[in-house]
Each structure stands twice: as C-alpha cells, then as structure tokens.
C-alpha cells in the first residue's frame, strides 16, 4: 500500500470514529421564516406512513413529548382516518372549528446506503502519533468496510393563522434499524430543536 492509500485509510477510519461518537440522528438541514416569531400551542401532529401503526406511535410519542413542555398538541389519526392522502385540503378540513395553531408535517425524504472505514480492533489508542503510523502500516488490511443505511426525514411546521411554512429541517438517522429508537430518537431532536427556536414552550 502506498502513502497516499494510507492517508486515505486513516482518514476515513477517523471519518468513522466521527460517526460513531455521534448521535444516530443529526440535523443536516434547517429553515426558519425570517421575521416570524411566537411560541406555538395546540399542534396537529401528522406522521407521514403508510403503516398505520407506526403512525399512532410516532404521533403519540410526540404529543407525549411536547406535553413535557406544557404544549398542547393532537395526533392526526384522531382527526383523519389512514386511508385519506393527507393533502392540503384534508388537513385543513380536518381542524376547521379545532382552534390549532399549528400543524407539524414529518415524512420520508430518502434512503440512502453509505459506506465507512471501520479500523482494526486491535489498535492501541494510546500511541503516539509516530507509534500509531508505523503501526497502521502493519496493520492496514486489518481493517473493512461497512455499509449503513441512511433514512432522511424531513419536518415542516405551519402556521394556521397564515397557512404558511415558518420551520423546516432535514435530519439523517444512520442505521434506523431499530423503529421505536429511531421515532424516539427523531422526535427528541425535533422537540429539543423547536424549544431552541423559542418556537414551542413556555
């Protein structure tokens, strides 16, 4: 192996120690509408799915979670039934006369597979840098890679008095293999990121 495929082995194996230290889930994109501000209260939530259980679940652990922060809010599937396409006109119809303020959108906006380093096990993280570069010399072929599933959802938030847009985000879950941990995971981000903004909470 020559230097250059070396430096860029040890580049990606930090590219995937980067990863692991990381949550599963991380924002890769945000929007928010300039000039807007008020906190939000009384929620419409909607889970886009065509499984109809894990809509309940993804909507009740929502409202489970903003109610932690004294927001009011309401899971879809009260309101709609499953089989509707949730279109704009649906919703609409669906809090006409339920005093919402807002409606919060989360849906699917891509699966990607991507690909890490993963180092060899039996590598001291106590060397030194020089110890370490002779050592990845030895060890170079030690190492594989590892492919990771990559589900990218994206959450809008509307204002009902308007009907307008006035938050959006983009976050990237690695390995959503596990279903309840990944709607935990999407949902304490998205709240946690909302109280931020000063968007929902007291």
Not at 12 to 32: D, F, K, M, Q, Y
Not at 108 to 130: C, H, I, T, W
Not at 176 to 202: C, H, M, V, Y
Request: glycine share 6%; hydrophobic share 35%; proline share 2%.
């Amino acid at each position: 192996m020559n230097q250059t495929k070396l430096l860029k082995t040890i580049t990606l194996a930090l590219t995937a120690l980067v990863i692991a230290a990381c949550a599963n889930t991380r924002p890769v994109g945000e929007w928010s509408k300039e000039g807007f501000s008020g906190k939000l209260n009384n929620i419409l939530i909607i889970g886009v799915t065509s499984r109809s259980t894990r809509r309940r679940v993804f909507e009740d652990k929502f409202v489970e979670g903003l109610a932690a922060l004294k927001v009011n809010a309401t899971p879809s599937y009260e309101l709609i039934e499953s089989s509707l396409y949730l279109s704009r006109k649906v919703v609409e119809k669906a809090i006409e006369g339920q005093d919402m303020g807002a409606v919060l959108v989360t849906r699917l906006a891509g699966v990607n597979e991507k690909e890490v380093y993963r180092a060899p096990d039996n590598q001291n993280e106590n060397l030194s840098y020089f110890s370490y570069y002779d050592k990845a010399w030895q060890q170079s072929n030690d190492g594989y890679y590892e492919q990771y599933r990559v589900v990218t959802l994206e959450t809008n938030l509307y204002d009902t008095r308007s009907g307008e847009l006035v938050w959006s985000m983009q976050s990237e879950t690695i390995d959503a293999s596990k279903p309840r941990q990944f709607i935990e995971d999407q949902i304490r981000l998205t709240i946690n990121t909302l109280a931020k903004r000063g968007l929902i909470g007291e």
